[in-house]
Protein backbone atom coordinates (compact mmCIF):
# COMPACT_ATOMS: atom_id res chain seq x y z
CA UNK A 1 0.00 0.00 0.00
CA UNK A 2 3.46 2.23 -0.05
CA UNK A 3 3.97 2.60 -3.79
CA UNK A 4 1.54 5.41 -4.01
CA UNK A 5 3.13 7.96 -1.49
CA UNK A 6 5.54 10.12 -2.71
CA UNK A 7 9.26 9.99 -2.47
CA UNK A 8 8.90 12.73 0.49
CA UNK A 9 6.66 11.34 2.43
CA UNK A 10 8.29 8.34 2.51
CA UNK A 11 10.90 10.02 3.70
CA UNK A 12 9.07 11.90 6.18
CA UNK A 13 7.58 8.61 7.57
CA UNK A 14 11.09 6.96 7.79
CA UNK A 15 12.69 9.91 9.02
CA UNK A 16 10.42 9.27 12.01
CA UNK A 17 10.99 5.94 12.44
CA UNK A 18 14.76 6.64 12.97
CA UNK A 19 13.85 9.50 15.83
CA UNK A 20 12.05 7.28 17.56
CA UNK A 21 14.29 4.12 17.41
CA UNK A 22 17.15 6.62 18.41
CA UNK A 23 14.95 8.15 21.54
CA UNK A 24 15.77 4.41 22.79
CA UNK A 25 20.24 4.65 21.99
CA UNK A 26 20.84 5.38 26.04
CA UNK A 27 18.78 2.47 27.57
CA UNK A 28 20.98 1.17 30.43
CA UNK A 29 18.84 -2.33 29.55
CA UNK A 30 20.82 -4.05 26.54
CA UNK A 31 18.05 -6.79 26.14
CA UNK A 32 15.26 -3.88 27.04
CA UNK A 33 17.08 -1.52 24.33
CA UNK A 34 16.89 -4.34 21.48
CA UNK A 35 13.30 -5.08 22.72
CA UNK A 36 12.03 -2.04 22.26
CA UNK A 37 13.59 -0.64 19.25
CA UNK A 38 12.80 -3.67 16.98
CA UNK A 39 8.98 -3.18 18.53
CA UNK A 40 9.49 0.47 17.73
CA UNK A 41 10.48 -0.60 14.15
CA UNK A 42 7.97 -3.33 13.46
CA UNK A 43 4.89 -1.23 14.64
CA UNK A 44 5.51 1.80 12.29
CA UNK A 45 6.21 -0.76 9.67
CA UNK A 46 2.39 -2.22 9.96
CA UNK A 47 1.39 1.22 10.11
CA UNK A 48 2.96 2.42 7.18
CA UNK A 49 1.95 -0.73 5.50
CA UNK A 50 -1.64 -0.74 5.83
CA UNK A 51 -2.04 3.09 6.09
CA UNK A 52 -3.67 3.03 9.40
CA UNK A 53 -6.11 5.53 9.48
CA UNK A 54 -6.54 7.93 12.56
CA UNK A 55 -10.20 6.55 13.10
CA UNK A 56 -8.93 2.90 12.88
CA UNK A 57 -6.53 3.71 15.57
CA UNK A 58 -9.02 5.28 17.34
CA UNK A 59 -10.98 2.05 17.09
CA UNK A 60 -7.69 -0.09 18.64
CA UNK A 61 -7.26 1.82 21.27
CA UNK A 62 -10.91 1.62 22.67
CA UNK A 63 -10.35 -2.17 22.25
CA UNK A 64 -7.43 -2.37 24.12
CA UNK A 65 -9.21 0.02 26.34
CA UNK A 66 -12.19 -2.38 26.64
CA UNK A 67 -9.84 -5.52 26.74
CA UNK A 68 -8.04 -3.85 30.23
CA UNK A 69 -11.26 -2.67 31.41
CA UNK A 70 -12.55 -6.72 31.26
CA UNK A 71 -9.56 -8.22 32.38
CA UNK A 72 -9.52 -9.24 36.29
CA UNK A 73 -7.91 -11.79 38.72
CA UNK A 74 -10.75 -14.58 37.05
CA UNK A 75 -10.30 -13.56 33.20
CA UNK A 76 -7.06 -12.20 31.19
CA UNK A 77 -8.29 -10.34 28.03
CA UNK A 78 -4.78 -9.81 26.89
CA UNK A 79 -3.53 -13.73 27.12
CA UNK A 80 -7.13 -14.29 24.98
CA UNK A 81 -5.82 -11.92 22.45
CA UNK A 82 -2.53 -13.02 22.48
CA UNK A 83 -3.83 -16.74 21.74
CA UNK A 84 -5.97 -15.64 18.89
CA UNK A 85 -3.65 -13.90 17.06
CA UNK A 86 -1.34 -17.25 17.56
CA UNK A 87 0.99 -14.88 19.61
CA UNK A 88 0.99 -17.14 22.77
CA UNK A 89 1.86 -20.15 19.95
CA UNK A 90 4.49 -18.43 18.72
CA UNK A 91 6.08 -17.59 21.45
CA UNK A 92 5.76 -20.81 23.27
CA UNK A 93 7.98 -22.57 19.81
CA UNK A 94 10.45 -20.06 20.20
CA UNK A 95 10.86 -20.26 23.95
CA UNK A 96 10.58 -24.33 24.20
CA UNK A 97 12.62 -26.08 21.20
CA UNK A 98 13.03 -28.89 20.20
CA UNK A 99 14.93 -31.30 22.01
CA UNK A 100 14.89 -35.17 20.99
CA UNK A 101 12.18 -36.67 21.90
CA UNK A 102 10.92 -34.31 24.47
CA UNK A 103 7.07 -33.96 25.00
CA UNK A 104 5.74 -30.41 23.02
CA UNK A 105 4.92 -27.71 24.44
CA UNK A 106 1.61 -25.45 23.70
CA UNK A 107 -0.47 -22.62 25.22
CA UNK A 108 -0.71 -22.27 28.82
CA UNK A 109 -4.64 -20.73 28.87
CA UNK A 110 -6.40 -17.88 30.82
CA UNK A 111 -7.59 -20.08 33.45
CA UNK A 112 -4.50 -21.49 35.70
CA UNK A 113 -5.02 -20.98 39.46
CA UNK A 114 -1.66 -21.94 41.77
CA UNK A 115 -4.25 -23.20 44.37
CA UNK A 116 -5.21 -26.25 43.14
CA UNK A 117 -5.95 -29.05 45.42
CA UNK A 118 -3.03 -31.92 45.85
CA UNK A 119 -4.76 -35.42 45.04
CA UNK A 120 -2.46 -38.63 45.65
CA UNK A 121 -1.95 -40.93 42.67
CA UNK A 122 -5.47 -42.71 41.69
CA UNK A 123 -7.47 -39.60 42.88
CA UNK A 124 -10.47 -37.74 41.20
CA UNK A 125 -9.70 -34.25 40.36
CA UNK A 126 -13.24 -33.98 39.22
CA UNK A 127 -14.61 -31.88 42.87
CA UNK A 128 -17.70 -32.86 41.68
CA UNK A 129 -17.64 -30.72 37.95
CA UNK A 130 -20.45 -32.12 35.66
CA UNK A 131 -18.91 -34.44 32.84
CA UNK A 132 -17.98 -38.25 32.15
CA UNK A 133 -16.01 -39.97 33.91
CA UNK A 134 -11.95 -40.43 32.17
CA UNK A 135 -9.22 -42.57 33.59
CA UNK A 136 -5.96 -41.01 32.96
CA UNK A 137 -2.32 -42.67 33.55
CA UNK A 138 1.06 -42.29 31.91
CA UNK A 139 4.22 -41.47 33.29
CA UNK A 140 7.40 -39.04 33.29
CA UNK A 141 10.73 -39.63 32.23
CA UNK A 142 13.35 -37.61 30.68
CA UNK A 143 14.84 -38.14 26.93
CA UNK A 144 16.84 -40.98 27.93
CA UNK A 145 13.96 -42.91 29.11
CA UNK A 146 15.08 -42.82 32.65
CA UNK A 147 11.82 -42.44 35.09
CA UNK A 148 11.56 -39.17 36.64
CA UNK A 149 9.88 -39.19 40.62
CA UNK A 150 8.73 -36.81 42.30
CA UNK A 151 7.37 -34.72 39.09
CA UNK A 152 4.79 -32.00 40.62
CA UNK A 153 2.15 -32.75 37.38
CA UNK A 154 -0.57 -30.04 37.20
CA UNK A 155 -3.80 -30.60 35.68
CA UNK A 156 -7.11 -28.28 35.19
CA UNK A 157 -9.74 -28.33 32.33
CA UNK A 158 -13.45 -27.52 31.80
CA UNK A 159 -15.99 -29.23 32.61
CA UNK A 160 -18.80 -30.63 30.27
CA UNK A 161 -20.59 -27.43 30.22
CA UNK A 162 -17.32 -26.04 28.60
CA UNK A 163 -16.45 -23.67 31.73
CA UNK A 164 -13.78 -23.74 34.30
CA UNK A 165 -14.16 -23.22 38.45
CA UNK A 166 -12.89 -19.84 37.91
CA UNK A 167 -15.55 -18.67 35.59
CA UNK A 168 -18.30 -19.64 38.12
CA UNK A 169 -18.80 -16.93 40.61
CA UNK A 170 -19.46 -19.07 43.32
CA UNK A 171 -15.60 -19.41 44.21
CA UNK A 172 -16.02 -23.72 43.43
CA UNK A 173 -12.79 -25.73 42.82
CA UNK A 174 -13.32 -28.52 40.71
CA UNK A 175 -11.41 -29.91 37.52
CA UNK A 176 -8.31 -29.14 38.95
CA UNK A 177 -5.65 -30.48 40.82
CA UNK A 178 -1.88 -31.40 41.43
CA UNK A 179 -0.18 -34.94 42.00
CA UNK A 180 3.61 -35.87 41.80
CA UNK A 181 5.08 -39.15 39.71
CA UNK A 182 5.66 -42.49 41.32
CA UNK A 183 9.03 -43.34 42.00
CA UNK A 184 8.76 -45.65 38.86
CA UNK A 185 7.92 -41.97 37.26
CA UNK A 186 4.12 -43.14 37.10
CA UNK A 187 0.79 -41.37 37.25
CA UNK A 188 -2.77 -42.06 37.19
CA UNK A 189 -6.08 -39.92 38.45
CA UNK A 190 -9.79 -39.48 38.03
CA UNK A 191 -10.80 -36.39 35.43
CA UNK A 192 -13.40 -35.73 32.91
CA UNK A 193 -13.34 -36.45 29.51
CA UNK A 194 -12.44 -33.29 27.21
CA UNK A 195 -15.42 -31.64 25.89
CA UNK A 196 -15.17 -28.77 23.21
CA UNK A 197 -15.94 -25.03 24.49
CA UNK A 198 -15.71 -21.69 23.36
CA UNK A 199 -12.77 -19.34 25.01
CA UNK A 200 -14.58 -16.15 26.30
CA UNK A 201 -16.58 -14.43 23.83
CA UNK A 202 -18.58 -12.20 25.40
CA UNK A 203 -15.77 -9.34 25.19
CA UNK A 204 -13.89 -7.93 22.55
CA UNK A 205 -11.85 -10.70 21.69
CA UNK A 206 -14.87 -12.20 20.75
CA UNK A 207 -15.99 -9.41 18.80
CA UNK A 208 -12.92 -10.05 17.04
CA UNK A 209 -13.58 -13.27 16.24
CA UNK A 210 -16.98 -12.68 15.16
CA UNK A 211 -15.78 -9.92 12.75
CA UNK A 212 -13.66 -11.53 11.20
CA UNK A 213 -15.78 -14.97 10.91
CA UNK A 214 -13.72 -17.07 13.02
CA UNK A 215 -15.27 -19.37 15.67
CA UNK A 216 -14.09 -18.67 19.69
CA UNK A 217 -14.57 -22.91 19.51
CA UNK A 218 -11.53 -24.87 21.35
CA UNK A 219 -10.63 -28.50 20.43
CA UNK A 220 -11.44 -30.85 23.53
CA UNK A 221 -8.34 -30.66 25.45
CA UNK A 222 -6.59 -31.59 29.16
CA UNK A 223 -4.20 -28.95 30.54
CA UNK A 224 -1.00 -29.87 31.67
CA UNK A 225 1.44 -28.12 33.72
CA UNK A 226 4.67 -30.78 34.91
CA UNK A 227 7.76 -29.51 36.65
CA UNK A 228 10.56 -31.21 37.81
CA UNK A 229 14.76 -30.38 39.44
CA UNK A 230 16.81 -30.48 36.07
CA UNK A 231 14.09 -30.74 33.69
CA UNK A 232 12.75 -27.92 31.51
CA UNK A 233 9.31 -26.80 32.72
CA UNK A 234 6.84 -28.26 30.44
CA UNK A 235 3.07 -26.72 29.85
CA UNK A 236 1.07 -28.51 27.24
CA UNK A 237 -2.71 -30.16 26.75
CA UNK A 238 -3.68 -33.31 25.14
CA UNK A 239 -6.39 -33.51 22.47
CA UNK A 240 -8.88 -36.26 21.76
CA UNK A 241 -8.54 -37.83 18.71
CA UNK A 242 -11.44 -37.71 16.20
CA UNK A 243 -12.56 -34.45 17.38
CA UNK A 244 -13.34 -32.07 14.46
CA UNK A 245 -12.27 -28.68 15.83
CA UNK A 246 -8.19 -30.56 15.60
CA UNK A 247 -7.78 -28.15 12.37
CA UNK A 248 -9.13 -25.41 13.62
CA UNK A 249 -8.33 -24.31 17.30
CA UNK A 250 -9.34 -20.86 17.59
CA UNK A 251 -5.67 -20.69 19.59
CA UNK A 252 -3.97 -22.64 17.27
CA UNK A 253 -2.75 -25.03 19.98
CA UNK A 254 -3.23 -28.50 18.52
CA UNK A 255 -0.31 -30.51 17.68
CA UNK A 256 -0.19 -34.11 16.26
CA UNK A 257 2.04 -35.62 18.78
CA UNK A 258 -0.50 -34.56 21.31
CA UNK A 259 -3.46 -35.86 20.02
CA UNK A 260 -4.56 -38.82 21.96
CA UNK A 261 -7.20 -41.61 22.08
CA UNK A 262 -9.53 -41.50 24.74
CA UNK A 263 -11.48 -45.22 24.91
CA UNK A 264 -14.99 -45.31 25.48
CA UNK A 265 -15.71 -48.36 28.40
CA UNK A 266 -19.24 -49.27 28.83
CA UNK A 267 -20.31 -48.83 32.75
CA UNK A 268 -20.03 -52.71 33.22
CA UNK A 269 -16.26 -52.67 32.58
CA UNK A 270 -13.95 -53.03 35.83
CA UNK A 271 -12.05 -49.82 36.49
CA UNK A 272 -8.25 -49.80 36.81
CA UNK A 273 -9.16 -49.06 40.57
CA UNK A 274 -11.69 -51.07 41.42
CA UNK A 275 -14.50 -47.77 41.23
CA UNK A 276 -17.78 -48.60 40.96
CA UNK A 277 -19.44 -46.76 37.29
CA UNK A 278 -23.08 -46.74 36.56
CA UNK A 279 -22.24 -45.04 33.24
CA UNK A 280 -19.85 -45.13 30.62
CA UNK A 281 -16.32 -43.83 30.86
CA UNK A 282 -13.07 -43.22 28.61
CA UNK A 283 -9.52 -43.67 29.42
CA UNK A 284 -6.42 -43.18 27.89
CA UNK A 285 -2.25 -42.95 28.52
CA UNK A 286 -0.17 -39.71 28.12
CA UNK A 287 3.58 -40.54 28.30
CA UNK A 288 5.36 -37.48 29.26
CA UNK A 289 8.91 -36.83 27.84
CA UNK A 290 10.55 -33.76 29.74
CA UNK A 291 13.38 -32.13 28.35
CA UNK A 292 16.59 -30.94 30.51
CA UNK A 293 17.06 -27.52 31.14
CA UNK A 294 18.57 -25.30 29.58
Known amino acids: MTENISAEQAQREADLVETVVASFQNTPDARLRVVMESLTRHLHAFVRDVRLTESEWNEAIAF ?14 FILLSDVLGLSMQTVAVNNVAYGNATEATVFGPFFTQDAPLIENGGDLSGGAPGQPCWVEGSVSDTSGAPIAGARIEVWEADEDGLYDVQYADGRVAARAH ?42 HLHFMVTAPGSRTLVTHIFVSGDELLERDSVFGVKESLVVDFVEQSADTPTP ?14 DIVLAPEA
Open 273 to 286: DGRELTEPWTRTRF
Open 179 to 220: LFSGDDGSFRFWGLTPTPYPIPDDGPVGRLLAATGRSPYRAS
Open 64 to 77: LTAAGAITDERRQE
